[in-house]
C-alpha cells in the first residue's frame, strides 16, 4: 500500500527527483562520473534518509536492492548513496506523491482565490 504523504514529504520526494535527474545528467556528460555524482548522492542520501524514517511503512525496498546493500540496513546512512536505492524508493511513492502534490496546488489556489 502506497502511503499518504504530506507536505514535507511532498517536498522531499519533489527534491530527490529533481537531483536524481541531474545526478544522471552528470553522470552520463562527465569525463570522471563518480565523481561528479558524489556530491548529489550524499545530498540526496540525507533526504533519502530523512523520508524513509518520515514514511509509516517499512517495506519499501525492494529484495534485489536489499540484498545488494553489502550488510548496509535502511538505518544506516551509507545504504542510500546508491541510485538503484534513490530510485526504489521513488517508485515507491511515485503515484502517491503526484496525486498528494496535484491536491496541495489546488488546495492553495483555491485558498488564494478566497
Known amino acids: 500500500m502506497k502511503p499518504s504523504l504530506n507536505v514535507e ?8 527527483t529533481s537531483r536524481a535527474v541531474k545526478a544522471t545528467k552528470l553522470y552520463n556528460e ?4 563518480h565523481e561528479s555524482v558524489r556530491p548529489l548522492l550524499e545530498e540526496m542520501a540525507e533526504i533519502a534518509k530523512s ?3 518520515s514514511l509509516p511503512e517499512s517495506r519499501i525496498f525492494t ?3 536489499l540484498l ?11 545504504f542510500y548513496k546508491t541510485m538503484s536505492v534513490i530510485e526504489d524508493l521513488l ?3 511515485d503515484d502517491t506523491s503526484l496525486v498528494e ?8 489556489s483555491r485558498e488564494l482565490n478566497n
Open 9 to 16: 514529504q511532498v517536498g522531499s520526494v519533489i527534491k530527490l
Open 30 to 33: 562527465s569525463e570522471n562520473p
Open 51 to 53: 523520508l524513509v524514517i
Open 63 to 65: 529484495t534485489e536492492v
Open 68 to 78: 545488494g546493500a553489502n550488510g548496509l540496513t535502511a538505518n544506516d546512512l551509507e
Open 91 to 93: 517508485s515507491y511513492v
Open 101 to 108: 502534490l496535484q491536491s496541495l496546488l489546488n488546495s492553495a
